[in-house]
C-alpha cells in the first residue's frame, strides 16, 4: 500500500472507503477526480463468534461519535478483530493521504459472518446520512485494472528516502492533476538480460512501461504554459462561414452527428514521413477543416509520440509540411503533459533532442534551473571519455560547479542524439547520493532521484526506406540493463506519451477546449478515432481507453488483416484518408460529400445553386 505510508497498517488484503468531505475536489468536474461513490468489501476467511461481532460493532459506534464531534482525521484501521486509531499522526511533513477520513480494512469480513457484514454496512449507512460523506477520486476505467492514486500522495522531497525504495510520486496540487499508471509492473530490462535481440514474443508484447505504483501528473487545463497560435480567419473565409452556416441550418441532424465526432491522430507514419507530407493526409485535414458539403469543421487534435522542440515550433514545421493551419491548442508531443512536473522539480537535468532545443522547451514548461548534458560537460569534460567537447559546444553551455548542485529528477524529452554521454549521466545520478554529482549512494535505492521518459516506443517510422528505426524506447531499456547490471535491483522509472492514460486523458481536456474555441462548446464528442500506424502504442491506449481506433499501413504496420495482437477495433485502411472517409460515413451517412459545392454561392452562381451536388 505505497499511499498509506503514513498509517500503521496490517498486512492482508484492504478496502478503501472515505467517510468524510473531500475538500478541494470539484463535485461537478468532467476532469479525472470527480466525485463517485467507491466502496471495496473483500471477503476472506477468518471464524467471528456472535460475541466477538457484538463487540465489534460497538467499537465501530464509539469511532462513529467520535468521528462526527471530531474535526481532526481519524484513520480506523481493522484487521481481523484488532482495531488502530492512527489519527495521532500529527507530523506536519506527513499529513494523511485524504484530507477526508478513510476507514482502512485489513482482512474485514469472513463467509461466515454475515451479521458482521450487516452491521458494518449499516454503520457506513448512517454515518452517510450524518455527515457530509464524499468519495475517494475514482477513474471509470475497468478495463485497466489499477487503482487510483489518492489526490494527497506524497511530494518526491517527502518519500526519498523511504524504506520501501518505491518511485516518489508528486502530491497533486495548483495546476496538476495526477493520473495513475495504466500498467504497473517492474522494470522491462529483466526480459533483455540475457538476450538483448527483439523476438517476436517481446516485439508484439502489450507489457508495462510503468513502474508498481506510479501517478503521472499532468496540467488541469491544456492551456496551462503554453501560447495559442490560432490563425485568424481572413475575409474569404468569414464569407464561407457564413454560406456555410446557412447551409448547416438546413441539415441540423448531420451538423450535431459531426460536431459529436472527433480525431485524434498520430503524426509520425500516418501523416507525415519525417519532414515530408503523406499525400492523402492533405486531403483529410483539408475536408476536417471544411472542405465538405456541410462547409463544417470536425474537430481533431494531433497526438504524438515524437518530440524534441516546443510545441509552437513544431506546430509551425506541420502547417508547413502539411499545408493546412496546425494550433498549438489542438497538438501534443509526448512531453506535453510533463509541464506539470515543473510545480514540483525545480532542478532538473534534460535529455534527447537536437542542439539546445530540449533546453527551451523545458524553460517554456516552467522549469527553474534546467541543466543540458553541455553544461556538465563543459564542467568537467572527463566525465564522458568518449565524447569529444567542442568550441561549439563551450559556446552553448551555461558551466557551473555542479558537485555543489543538487538535481530533483531527470526528464528524457526525446530521443538522444549522444546515447554514451547521456547513458553516463543518468546512471552518475542515479547511483548518486540524493542526486549529487560525483558522489555514491550507500543505499541507490533509497536515495535514488526520479526519472521520467516522455515515450516508450521501440520503433519509429521515418524517411528511410528500410524497416522503421529504433527510438527512445530501446534507449529507455538500456538504461534499465545497466541499473540493474550495476545495483541488482529494477530501475523504477515513469514513462508518459500513448498508450498510457495519462496522456489520453489530457487528450480528453485538449478536445473539449478545442471544441469550444471552433463551436464555442465546451464538450466532449462521443464518438472518438485514432488513427495511428504503431500498434502497440496508437491502438493499445485507444482500445484501453474506449476510443475507435483505426490502423494505416503508411508506417510501422506493415501485417496482414489487422495486428494480431493488439488489433484496431475499427479497422485497417491503407491510409489516412480512408480511414476518415470511413468513420464520416459511419456517423454522417454513406452519401456524405467530401467536397465543398462552391457553388453554393448565390452571387458567383446564381440564386438556384444547391449546397449539395
Avoid at 485 to 500: I, N, S
Wanted: with cysteine; hydrophobic share 40%.
Amino acid at each position: 500500500m505505497p499511499y498509506m505510508a503514513n498509517t500503521r497498517t496490517i498486512p492482508g488484503p484492504t478496502a478503501i472507503l472515505p467517510v468524510g468531505p473531500e475538500k478541494g475536489l470539484d463535485a461537478g468536474s468532467a476532469v479525472p477526480g470527480r466525485i463517485t461513490m467507491s466502496l471495496v468489501l473483500p471477503i476472506i476467511g477468518n471464524n467471528y463468534s456472535l460475541i466477538n461481532t457484538l463487540i465489534s460493532f460497538i467499537i465501530i459506534l464509539i469511532f462513529a461519535f467520535i468521528h462526527l464531534f471530531s474535526s481532526s482525521p481519524s484513520f480506523l484501521i481493522f484487521s481481523g478483530s484488532r482495531l488502530v486509531n492512527s489519527s495521532s499522526n500529527t507530523d506536519p511533513a506527513h499529513p494523511p493521504p485524504y484530507k477526508s477520513d478513510i476507514i482502512y480494512f485489513s482482512s474485514l469480513i469472513t463467509h461466515s459472518s454475515p451479521s458482521y457484514v450487516s452491521l458494518t454496512l449499516l454503520y457506513v449507512y448512517i454515518l452517510s446520512r450524518l455527515s457530509s460523506i464524499a468519495t475517494m477520486p475514482r477513474f471509470d476505467d475497468a478495463d485497466f485494472g489499477v487503482e487510483p492514486a489518492p489526490a494527497g500522495a506524497r511530494s518526491p522531497r517527502d518519500a526519498r528516502g523511504s524504506a520501501s525504495g518505491s518511485l516518489p510520486i508528486p502530491n497533486e496540487a495548483g495546476n496538476t492533476v495526477e493520473i495513475p499508471a495504466t500498467r504497473s509492473s517492474i522494470s522491462d530490462a529483466a526480459q533483455f538480460m540475457h538476450n538483448l535481440s527483439l523476438s517476436p514474443s517481446m516485439r508484439d508484447r502489450r507489457g508495462s512501461r510503468n513502474s508498481f505504483g506510479t501517478s503521472l501528473p499532468i496540467p488541469r487545463s491544456p492551456r496551462v504554459s503554453r501560447l495559442s497560435s490560432v490563425r485568424k480567419a481572413d475575409a474569404a473565409s468569414v464569407s464561407r462561414d457564413i454560406l456555410a452556416s446557412q447551409v448547416q441550418d438546413m441539415s441540423k441532424e448531420k451538423v450535431a452527428a459531426a460536431k459529436n465526432m472527433a480525431f485524434a491522430f498520430d503524426i509520425d507514419g500516418v501523416l507525415a514521413h519525417g519532414n515530408h507530407a503523406i499525400p492523402e493526409a492533405k486531403e483529410a485535414l483539408k475536408m476536417l477543416n471544411g472542405d465538405n458539403e456541410l462547409g463544417i469543421k470536425i474537430p481533431y487534435i494531433l497526438l504524438t509520440n515524437g518530440g524534441g522542440k516546443t510545441e509552437a515550433a513544431r506546430c509551425e514545421q506541420l502547417s508547413e509540411i502539411l499545408e493546412v493551419p496546425i494550433s498549438t491548442d489542438q497538438f501534443i508531443q509526448s512531453h506535453t503533459p510533463m509541464q506539470a512536473l515543473s510545480e514540483y522539480y525545480e532542478t532538473v537535468l534534460v535529455l534527447g533532442g537536437e542542439g539546445q532545443k530540449i533546453r527551451e522547451v523545458a524553460e517554456n514548461y516552467g522549469f527553474k534551473n534546467v541543466v543540458h548534458p553541455k553544461d556538465i560537460l563543459a564542467w568537467d569534460p572527463t566525465i564522458s571519455p568518449w565524447r569529444t567537447f567542442t568550441a561549439e559546444d563551450r559556446a552553448e553551455a551555461k558551466p557551473r560547479d555542479f558537485s555543489k548542485i543538487k538535481f530533483d529528477a531527470i526528464l528524457v524529452f526525446a530521443d538522444s542524439r549522444d546515447y554514451a554521454t547521456d547513458m553516463q549521466l543518468i546512471i552518475d545520478l542515479l547511483l548518486a547520493e540524493d542526486g549529487k554529482l560525483l558522489t555514491r549512494a550507500k543505499d541507490p535505492v533509497s536515495s535514488r532521484i526520479p526519472i521520467y521518459f516522455s515515450q516508450g516506443d521501440l520503433l519509429m517510422p521515418t524517411d528511410h526506406k528500410g524497416p522503421p528505426r529504433l527510438t527512445q524506447g530501446c534507449f529507455r531499456i538500456a538504461v534499465e540493463a545497466q541499473y540493474k547490471a550495476l545495483t541488482g535491483v529494477d530501475l523504477e522509472r515513469v514513462v508518459y506519451g500513448k498508450p498510457e492514460r495519462a496522456t489520453y486523458t489530457y487528450a480528453d481536456e485538449v478536445l473539449k477546449a478545442w471544441m469550444e474555441q471552433i463551436h464555442n462548446e465546451n464538450r466532449l464528442p462521443k464518438n472518438i478515432y485514432m488513427i495511428g500506424d504503431n500498434p502497440q502504442s496508437d491502438i493499445v491506449g485507444g482500445n484501453m481507453y474506449g476510443w475507435n481506433t483505426c490502423l494505416v499501413r503508411t508506417g510501422v504496420f506493415q501485417g496482414g488483416e489487422n495486428d494480431e495482437h493488439n488489433p484496431a477495433n475499427f479497422g485497417v485502411f491503407p491510409n489516412v484518408l480512408e480511414a476518415v472517409k470511413a468513420a464520416v460515413r459511419k456517423e454522417l451517412g454513406q452519401e456524405f460529400k467530401f467536397k465543398w459545392n462552391p457553388k453554393v454561392n448565390p452571387v458567383t452562381h446564381g440564386d438556384g445553386s444547391s449546397a449539395v451536388e
